[in-house]
């Protein structure tokens, strides 16, 4: 849309935005959504400036552009804090293997993997994984994602990790350093990677990415290479996140809590413990339930997470190993059906608290004035229908900044 | 196509079929599946004539059209041998109360469940019945289903089942006449129903419809009331399908064999016993597994069945209530991901198995010639991202009889 430009979306059948204001949103303000039936949003310079009911729209000059929302709800323009999209080749050999019977550790350990994905990304060269970071930035935003994170972590070389970082920067998304996922070949043991990481590659990372991750668990760091690999990242200004008990409990969230992460995100083998820890804490735990249904393993504590009055995030976890799946709408079907989240708190969960994993809440997450007129167009005749009709077809446009591109 | 041109789709990344001749595919044979890399189709006339490699192509007259298949991969139509298309309204309130915590039993007992939707489904009259059916075939097409059945159920008086039958003969799908789905509230109890049915609606629905099916269930038909069913349109020339072991395994598998029923469709209760009883009968076995997760219940027993012989089917199950998912390719990503079957497994129930569930196996779910070219092409580069890319819109082209329908 041209700067200055008017856009009014009309006669909606639903507006849906997550209620109240600032984030992350908790327990029972989770699952409030301001509805408004006959809708309109009226859109200038790509933000939103007003929204409201059509029998209340003011007279507008007629320099407005107008797009027809009839049979369509609107909600925000859905963010995914939490993916994998810088990488060469698939994993579908292994995923058909896995299908007939081989559990991911087995595949992992017979060199399988995430290292079978950094052999191909390493191929795959600086054009091969911007092409790659593109291609999949199409097709979130087929699936209504405006707003996503992006890891680096299949280079695990200098050149490969930063080559991942500017793939995702140049496709609009918040680059993550993921330096610390495996330990790459090269390297005898996880601390000497780390070392080499440190030195070599978070001095020019820490000018790309906006915040640094790690893969703690059994296998992959421990803890206390997880301590150090963070505290030097956020000595360096990056904003902390980590992959913690998708497995095994190994000590992640008393570690976020720590060093004050933004985020710990898996929490598949979370306990009691850990909820009431995260329900006192800023982090937020994001939820990855297509991750945990592609490895057919038990899904996170989601209900138990919101009851005890922890900040949760859905996310997609978007990866070519554990979770080719990078739509939003999916997650949020999987969210009430799997994890006993109301479609409103998985809303809430995918856009306003997924915004504030990514220090984004001020500007996207809900439709509504002063936001960015970021906002998915859903063909549907209720907004919920985001996560009831599981794998439907029903991203219908999507709005970035005002620009609206139609996808059906 | 206009009838007798020809039509070359060349140029494919992979073109798979599942392999060998007739129907149906059990144990081994299941999982074979021909595949031909850098592969082209001829078509005339709306059937298949010819497949193989673009190196082996022959000279071809100049009438002959092009459609560029690069960077896709074909795969057969695909074939959903159970859904239940014909309703009026949703169940999205419903959907959203039990993401909460109420069991679909709790529900259905509340008056929820699947009377709200006979409700609705009266309220829409013929033709808004007629539309609803239209609108859902769009969507199968979409995810790449050219071939499908459609069960009234949601009538159960004699002009809403008639006129659902009729809106699913008059979109292109094969009628199945489900008048025993539940106990009308107008009706004492089921034997009255059934007399009704089988006096008043039978004779008509039997001259639209190619079979019936029958809800063999705790809470809503038993085994005797279901023999006396299905044995009423069995004599009426309907092929027979029945419902069964969905919550409890309540006699539908010895009723199906002895009745010889083209399948049973659920089973997610079905115990060694009945798996073993269908491997050595000609009654496929149906899973339904987005049934299963929509409701977030037990797999049906996939592997159990397939490892014992049993010939098996995929479907969506698409309806309001249980299974708001119109998509075989995330049934597919299912089958992978939760029942333990190989993409080709999965391939195969929801092509030439469940072709031979609707009497059509000769005519379609095959990629090879003589048979329709009913053909989709995936925006993939291996024909397995069907079940790998779950959630993706991976559906590139469907070919209707050789007429193709680009969908992105």
Redesign the interface.
């Known amino acids: 849309m041209t700067a200055g430009r008017r856009l009014l979306v009309r006669d909606l059948a639903q507006l849906a935005t997550p209620a109240g204001a600032g984030a992350p949103l908790r327990g029972p303000s989770l699952g409030k959504v301001d509805l408004v039936k006959d809708a309109y949003v009226l859109i200038e310079a790509g933000r939103i400036t007003a929204v409201g009911r059509m029998r209340d729209l003011p007279a507008l000059g007629d320099d407005v552009q107008e797009l027809d929302g009839r049979g369509l709800c609107a909600v925000p323009g859905l963010v995914d804090c939490h993916t994998h999209p810088a990488f060469g080749g698939?994993?579908?050999e292994e995923?058909?293997v896995r299908?007939?019977?081989a559990s991911y550790e087995e595949l992992h350990a017979a060199g399988g993997g995430i290292l079978s994905t950094v052999r191909a990304t390493r191929e795959a060269g600086e054009e091969g994984i911007a092409r790659a970071v593109e291609r999949h930035r199409g097709?979130m935003l087929?699936?209504g994602t405006t707003t996503w994170e992006g890891k680096s972590g299949y280079g695990l070389d200098r050149e490969t990790e930063l080559a991942s970082l500017r793939a995702v920067a140049a496709a609009g998304g918040a680059p993550t350093w993921l330096g610390a996922h495996a330990v790459p070949p090269e390297f005898e043991d996880a601390d000497a990677y780390l070392d080499f990481a440190l030195a070599e590659v978070l001095p020019e990372a820490a000018r790309i990415a906006e915040a640094a991750d790690v893969f703690l668990e059994r296998g992959a760091f421990d803890a206390g290479q997880a301590r150090h690999y963070l505290t030097a990242c956020r000595d360096a200004g990056l904003a902390l996140r980590l992959h913690g008990d998708q497995f095994t409990e190994a000590g992640a969230i008393p570690l976020a809590l720590e060093l004050g992460a933004r985020s710990v995100d898996h929490l598949e083998a979370t306990g009691s413990d850990g909820a009431r820890a995260l329900a006192a804490a800023d982090v937020t735990a994001v939820l990855l339930p297509?991750s945990a249904?592609?490895?057919?393993r038990p899904m996170p504590p989601a209900r138990a997470l919101v009851d005890a009055g922890a900040a949760i995030a859905l996310a997609t976890d978007f990866n070519p190993g554990s979770?080719?799946?990078?739509?939003l709408?999916?997650v949020c079907g999987l969210?009430?059906?799997?994890l006993?989240?109301?479609?409103?708190e998985a809303l809430a969960a995918c856009t306003v608290n997924a915004a504030h994993v990514l220090g984004r809440a001020e500007e996207v997450g809900r439709t509504a004035p002063g936001y960015a007129a970021d906002i998915v167009l859903l063909d549907a005749?209720?907004w919920?229908?985001l996560?009831?009709?599981?794998?439907?077809?029903l991203v219908h446009t999507v709005l970035v900044r005002g620009d609206p591109t139609r996808l059906?």
Do not use: I, M
Not at 323 to 327: L, T, V
Not at 340 to 344: H, I, N
Not at 387 to 393: P, S, V
């Open positions: 698939d994993r579908v995923f058909s299908a007939a019977g097709w087929r699936q297509a249904l592609f490895l057919n979770a080719f799946c990078e739509s709408p999916l969210a009430a059906t799997q006993g989240l109301a479609p409103a005749p209720d919920r229908y996560a009831y009709h599981l794998g439907g077809d059906r």
